[in-house]
């Protein structure tokens, strides 16, 4: 397949990367620390901490988990917390000691967490207060032998720390009672740390660094291995792309509502921005809607990341509106499709475009990304990043042209070697080409756009309807909020469609709605039934969970 987007980069990106900056991601953390060690790395309910600050705790961290605790290169440590100044410093620190790190969702039911410890291996795990109790259910099952258990306002530190502490857990109840007897404290891990000697591990460039586990929102949870190369590689990519939003000289701010146990927040707005010093707002609970404006109030941020729900979110509150937009420069959104009335609203409150990429847990996760530099096409997820090939592919493996609807397959130093213990049967093409399981289709200028996921299509009579079609629709009604699309059993037509919509006017109906999709869509892609509801299930980064949709529908038809 021709590859027409390379005309279409920015100017200074080049198509191929050059030889890798850094051996590891240990030199990579250690470079940013002697670049930039006065600044502030990251700012978390108003507590600024400096690169070198992180730089000497991490490594204080490190040289507790080797000397105290004994463990061993290639070993796994799960960490599972929400965005707090405690995960960078957990997640470096792990790194530093030759650990391999395994993301966890803090929402996790016991029995997803004792599956993933376990698929895993972990040898310990760092938690926050907040969810101990789920790990006390699980404890003789898992394989963890340590446990490094933190309070949210742990590096908060003095009497703003503790109230915070208090607040969370006698005022607003969030700490359920737990009993841990061999947990270590996060801070006297710290303290005890800073006396230890640190060595540093032989690392190998093909050494793994992260398990990302894909989240279980199509199925079990599967551990993507990210080796140090995979995320150097994607590192270097996306730093050559966002130049156009970094100032040089001048400290930026990026604001990290997305989680950064999620692979985009971590490999965006905590390694790139960690590596080009600039400091990182985390964002601990970003379904308060109403606190997070009144943050992002507080700073002249000039990059924000996140999904369509959150812009959506952010968009609708009245305050929103009245945030200084003076310094931003970049919105980047992922994970789910940007639609097209967010994107319009976005421009028109900020001033600033609302561009897409996209990319998954098992790459790194960018593969394409609209030009940051105003040359986007809205609607597309962009053009492929640095030494990366994106094909569409049939079902059999053979590649398709310009227009023609498939596959989106993926080749690249930022994709993984594989699935944790896993059959990776089918997962590749002739084992070079990564099976994204999306539907795409490449334009004549080289944009890429998703059609939907293929495991989402619709079979209506024969018939395929892609519910991003349909929500993109019903989300332009004026009274509608949110929307998801599944397909559901039906005797007639093998599937019909259902809607589920949460309403931003009360005075909606369904018959207003069937009636908007007669205006707009063919007859077989109107939804045969509506439902309305007060909220749709989401995942902890807020993307709709269609398959949740699909379990209640399945198990009222059981």
């Not at 620390?33 to 690169?51: D, S, V, W």
């Not at 965005?83 to 391999?100: C, E, R, T």
């Not at 699935?419 to 200028?445: A, K, L, P």
Request: hydrophobic share 40%; glycine share 8%.
């Amino acid at each position: 397949m021709s590859q027409p987007w390379i005309s279409r980069y920015p100017k200074g990106i080049p198509p191929q990367l050059g030889p890798y900056e850094y051996d590891s991601l240990i030199e990579l953390f250690e470079v940013a620390a002697l670049k930039y060690p006065n600044r502030t790395a990251f700012e978390n309910f108003g507590k600024q901490i400096t690169f070198g600050e992180v730089d000497k705790l991490s490594t204080a961290f490190a040289a507790y988990l080797q000397q105290e605790l004994g463990l061993k290169k290639g070993e796994r440590i799960a960490i599972q917390m929400p965005n707090l100044i405690q995960f960078p410093i957990a997640f470096m620190g792990s790194v530093k000691a030759g650990l391999i790190v395994v993301n966890t969702n803090p929402l996790y039911t016991p029995r997803e967490m004792e599956y993933q410890f376990n698929d895993a291996g972990i040898s310990a795990i760092v938690i926050v207060s907040n969810f101990a109790h789920n790990l006390q259910q699980i404890l003789p099952k898992i394989p963890a032998k340590h446990i490094i258990v933190t309070d949210m306002g742990d590096m908060i530190g003095g009497v703003k720390g503790a109230i915070l502490n208090f607040v969370v857990k006698y005022v607003k109840k969030l700490v359920p009672k737990y009993h841990l007897p061999t947990a270590l404290s996060f801070k006297s891990v710290l303290r005890k740390g800073q006396s230890l000697k640190y060595k540093r591990p032989d690392i190998h460039i093909e050494d793994l660094a992260v398990l990302q586990y894909t989240g279980g929102t199509t199925g079990v949870s599967k551990g993507a291995q990210l080796s140090h190369r995979n995320i150097i590689a994607h590192n270097m990519m996306i730093t050559h792309w966002f130049k156009p939003l970094l100032t040089e000289g001048q400290q930026d701010i990026i604001i990290t509502a997305l989680p950064l146990y999620h692979i985009f927040a971590l490999t965006v707005n905590g390694l790139l921005m960690y590596t080009q010093g600039v400091k990182s707002v985390l964002i601990t609970n970003p379904r308060d809607i109403p606190g997070f404006v009144k943050e992002l109030k507080k700073h002249r941020f000039s990059i924000i990341t996140g999904v369509n729900t959150l812009f959506n979110s952010l968009l609708n509150n009245p305050d929103f509106k009245d945030c200084d937009f003076s310094a931003l420069k970049g919105a980047i959104g992922g994970a789910m499709a940007i639609q097209d009335i967010v994107a319009n609203k976005w421009e028109e409150v900020t001033g600033h475009p609302l561009v897409e990429g996209y990319g998954l847990s098992e790459t790194s996760p960018v593969l394409c990304c609209n030009p940051l530099d105003g040359n986007h096409k809205r609607g597309t997820i962009g053009i492929p990043m640095p030494s990366t090939n994106i094909g569409i592919f049939d079902d059999e493996g053979n590649k398709l042209g310009q227009g023609e609807v498939g596959e989106i397959c993926a080749q690249g130093p930022q994709v993984m070697r594989g699935y944790w213990q896993q059959s990776n049967e089918g997962v590749f093409f002739d084992e070079e080409w990564f099976r994204t399981g999306d539907i795409g289709v490449m334009d004549e200028e080289g944009f890429f756009k998703i059609v939907d996921r293929k495991k989402d299509m619709i079979k209506v009579s024969g018939f395929n309807v892609y519910p991003n079609e349909i929500e993109n629709l019903l989300a332009t009604h004026p009274k509608v909020l949110e929307v998801a699309a599944i397909g559901v059993a039906d005797s007639k037509s093998g599937e019909a469609i259902k809607a589920f919509v949460v309403k931003r006017d009360p005075s909606l109906t369904e018959e207003e709605l069937k009636t908007y999709c007669h205006e707009n869509i063919t007859n077989y892609k109107i939804p045969r039934h509506f439902e309305f509801r007060t909220e749709l299930p989401k995942t902890n980064v807020g993307k709709i969970l269609r398959r949740a949709l699909k379990e209640e529908e399945k198990a009222k038809a059981a």
